[in-house]
């Protein structure tokens, strides 16, 4: 069987694995954020953290426990980072600069996880266990939190309150992915995934000599790194390292995993607003995205022209012959379509179009389907955009689910987008015009350009890949993306937080003939051109210098 072939089986795979989770893990997670019963264990943290889940929360309380949560986290995670040289099991590694830890404290608690440092070679047992893997669980259960908060916006009427924040953040941890993480490390030490607590000891080479390696909790860090769509590597290759994915069939279920709870999440949003077909439309344009651009990369990367190219049967360099120029594809766009981030490939490697695609991907805003509840949110607010839009082409009052997009709610939603392409441009700005940050390009030109378009695009984005060419370790990089991945994170919430507010207090209005149909086929049209539009309209002038001039020059 050929390459292309084989690739499209695994995307079959994928969608066939994918349908036969998505209704009873949907069902599942709505169950858990509806329930008025709260688990012993969950009863216990709650008593330790001092919160009453059953307080209901307004927007403003709602807002304020994210973001006390979540300062609290980067503070831990950063003094962790700081006395790293006298805790047990640092296995003889130096406490982390201050600039290289206030980022990564802020990638791993903003579910960003940027690393601009060697993990194998800085950080040890306890700071990847108890920090790094710890905030792998909890930022993806604040992402979580927050999508159901404004699909309980839909959902309720009259009222202000969106749930309880302590209660939603445990049960999402709890009740949903601790336990679908330990089946995850399960399935990939079977594959060959290392889990242990090794020290530091010689391995010897093919080609003479010796290398210094350690171990770890390798396994467990990678599969909840995978199902949170968080993306940081207890290696340096990442997912390209054999202690991380070791052949194509793990590579295969990690994908699996990057996709399952975005995807599921829209029958859970069907389900919390009590209709299940709203779900279907939105689950119907994140497959139709993911779908082709997936296509789009395959064809990119097997068929770009060039006699070394074609003589490879694909674009080889940069990707490991254990999962191949399709293995690669998929797991690329899987990644920068959703908030992952993690590589199982070196995406500077990828040809001028290939490294363009991921870079759109995360340019989308990451809605296809997206990151673990940022997704969600993000394609909603896409939803809406699109109602406006089809409510001014007939003169209509738009409405979404029984909800009146008024002034507010589109002031809401135009603030969320504007934020994150304001962040990339401004930032990327400044970066090509100061002599400091472009010391850290390895390349010149059109590539060079594109490795720091592609830098704050991850960051504002909170995916957390890099085109390798890219110095990021340095005090200019690391305190100017740390800050770029916390205001990318959070400011987004202060709008749907706000957002949902504003919709739950609303009455609901009444389905008439006039009422567009937001379940239909012609809705999911409008909502797919809406996403490819005006991320078209955004970022188009910046990909014609990077990745575009490149792939037209090659």
Not at 429 to 434: G, Y
């Amino acid at each position: 069987m050929g390459p292309v072939p084989a690739s499209v089986l695994q995307v079959v795979a994928l969608v066939v694995a994918l349908g036969l989770a998505y209704r009873p893990l949907g069902d599942y997670m709505a169950g858990v954020y509806s329930s008025p019963k709260h688990l012993r264990a969950e009863k216990a943290i709650y008593r330790i953290i001092g919160a009453d889940p059953t307080t209901e929360m307004r927007w403003p309380a709602y807002l304020r426990g994210v973001l006390a949560f979540s300062a609290v986290s980067v503070l831990f995670l950063y003094l962790l980072q700081r006395v790293q040289g006298g805790l047990p099991g640092s296995l003889g590694f130096s406490s982390i600069d201050p600039d290289q830890a206030f980022n990564t404290a802020a990638s791993f608690v903003s579910n960003t996880n940027w690393q601009s440092y060697y993990g194998e070679q800085a950080m040890g047992h306890v700071v990847q266990t108890g920090g790094l893997a710890v905030q792998n669980f909890l930022s993806a259960a604040v992402g979580m939190a927050v999508a159901v908060a404004l699909v309980r916006g839909f959902a309720r009427s009259r009222t202000g309150e969106l749930g309880n924040f302590w209660s939603d953040l445990v049960r999402g941890t709890v009740r949903i992915l601790l336990p679908i993480a330990v089946i995850g490390a399960i399935v990939l030490v079977a594959c060959g995934a290392i889990q242990n607590f090794a020290g530091i000891h010689e391995v010897g080479q093919f080609t003479g000599g010796s290398q210094q390696w350690n171990g770890g909790a390798v396994a467990s860090q990678e599969a909840i790194k995978e199902l949170g769509t968080n993306g940081g590597g207890y290696f340096n290759a990442n997912s390209a390292h054999p202690f991380e994915n070791p052949d194509g069939i793990s590579n295969l279920f990690e994908i699996f995993l990057i996709l399952l709870i975005p995807f599921a999440l829209t029958r859970t949003f069907g389900r919390m607003v009590g209709n299940v077909k709203q779900g279907y439309a939105i689950l119907a344009a994140m497959v139709v995205i993911w779908i082709g651009f997936t296509a789009v990369m395959l064809w990119t990367e097997f068929h770009h022209g060039g006699t070394a190219f074609q003589d490879a049967g694909g674009a080889l360099e940069g990707k490991e012959t254990r999962f191949g120029v399709g293995g690669s594809s998929i797991f690329a766009v899987a990644t920068t379509l959703t908030s992952t981030g993690a590589v199982n490939a070196f995406l500077s490697s990828f040809t001028g179009y290939g490294g363009g695609i991921a870079l759109l991907g995360m340019q989308l805003g990451e809605v296809a389907p997206g990151g673990v509840g940022s997704g969600l949110y993000g394609i909603l607010i896409m939803a809406l955009i699109a109602v406006f839009l089809a409510g001014l082409m007939v003169g209509r009052t738009p409405e979404y689910l029984g909800k009146k997009i008024g002034t507010r709610q589109i002031k809401f939603a135009a603030l969320y987008i504007l934020i994150t392409p304001a962040l990339v441009l401004s930032f990327t700005a400044v970066a090509m015009a100061l002599p400091t940050p472009g010391h850290s390009m390895t390349n010149s030109g059109a590539h060079g350009f594109t490795e720091i378009l592609y830098a704050y695009t991850s960051a504002a984005n909170n995916n957390g890949s890099a085109f390798a060419g890219l110095n990021a370790d340095t005090q200019w990089f690391n305190t100017t993306l740390g800050i770029v991945m916390l205001l990318g994170r959070f400011l987004p919430m202060v709008f749907i937080l706000a957002l949902a507010g504003s919709l739950a207090e609303q009455k609901p209005v009444p389905e008439t003939l006039g009422t567009l149909r937001t379940h239909k086929p012609l809705f999911v049209g409008l909502l797919v051109g809406t996403v490819l539009i005006v991320t078209a309209l955004t970022y188009f002038p910046a990909l014609a210098l990077g990745p575009l001039a490149e792939g037209l020059g090659s």
